[in-house]
């Protein structure tokens, strides 16, 4: 306003006739408004992007959501994808805004599935905290994954279709890092806060036990399948049983995790071989 006054002020001087001062001076003021329009249309805009942008995203995460109940029955499949869209009034068709089609149903339901046990293990944690009874940090990280396989069991019967698309060169780096939150997720509540070279090796064995589990859990037809919750104790156990002697025996860290990934190693294929060779070319229905 000060700099808009000096101008008129300045104006008034040189000019000879108060039209010509009048003039200009809307003409600035008209400039001005026209300035303060354009910015705010832009900022509008802007704000319209990033709705329609979260708006879509909401559309997304509703009907990913919706088609869960569907997979059971008809995989983690476009179909199954369509027919949540239809449930929840969308069109079948929808199914084109997830272009990676099954594997974005996978990547859903197991982030979804990571946030959930976060969330519960937060909880614990502050229960925990408020206590004078700590627990052992392996029976929290046992805790956690069965909560977390657990997960997992209502779609045992699609579940290797869903671990195929999440080995496909395409899905890899999602899978991966949906994998690494989990573990890291267990590991923090479990009170790991190393910063060391074991900070890579826990979580590494723990990623390959989680994995062989999982595997396991599949053939398993016991009840409430004991059989699993027994599997996975015993490979804690043995894991346990390994970083004592190893981290004992003067060996160099190197050493130290080539026998941990053997080991894994071994625990995982002895998994896949109860499965049989042909699980995943069996269930590859995407």
């Known amino acids: 306003m000060a700099m808009l006054n000096s101008f008129r002020s300045a104006w008034g001087r040189l000019s000879t006739t108060g039209f010509r001062y009048l003039w200009t001076s809307r003409a600035l003021q008209a400039d001005q408004f026209e300035n303060e329009n354009n910015r705010k249309t832009e900022s509008q805009q802007s704000a319209h992007e990033e709705s329609d942008e979260e708006y879509e995203k909401n ?39 997830f272009p990676n089609g099954g594997a974005d149903l996978v990547h859903y339901f197991y982030s979804t599935c990571n946030r959930q046990l976060n969330q519960i293990l937060e909880k614990e944690a502050l229960e925990m905290a408020s206590t004078s009874v700590p627990r052992k940090p392996e029976e929290q990280v046992r805790d956690a994954l069965e909560k977390r396989l657990r997960m997992v069991i209502p779609y045992k019967k699609t579940w290797p279709q869903a ?124």
């Open 59 to 97: 559309i997304k995460i509703k009907i990913l959501g919706a088609s869960l109940k569907f997979v059971p029955d008809m995989g983690w499949s476009k179909q199954a994808i369509s027919a949540g869209a239809e449930t929840i009034g969308y069109p079948g068709v929808v199914h084109g805004l």
């Open 163 to 286: 671990m195929a698309i999440m080995t496909l060169p395409p899905n890899v780096p999602v899978s991966l890092a949906n994998l690494l939150t989990l573990i890291d997720d267990i590991c923090y509540y479990a009170g790991d806060r190393s910063v060391d070279f074991n900070w890579y090796t826990r979580r590494m064995i723990l990623a390959i036990i989680y994995k062989a589990t999982e595997l396991y859990m599949l053939q398993d037809t016991s009840e409430d399948h004991k059989e699993t919750w027994l599997f996975l104790e015993r490979r804690i156990k043995d894991a346990l049983q390994m970083y004592k002697v190893l981290f004992n025996s003067g060996l160099s860290s190197d050493s130290t995790l080539k026998l941990f990934g053997e080991t894994g190693a071994a625990a995982f294929v002895t998994a896949r071989n109860i499965l049989g060779m042909n699980c995943f070319r069996n269930n590859r229905r995407f």
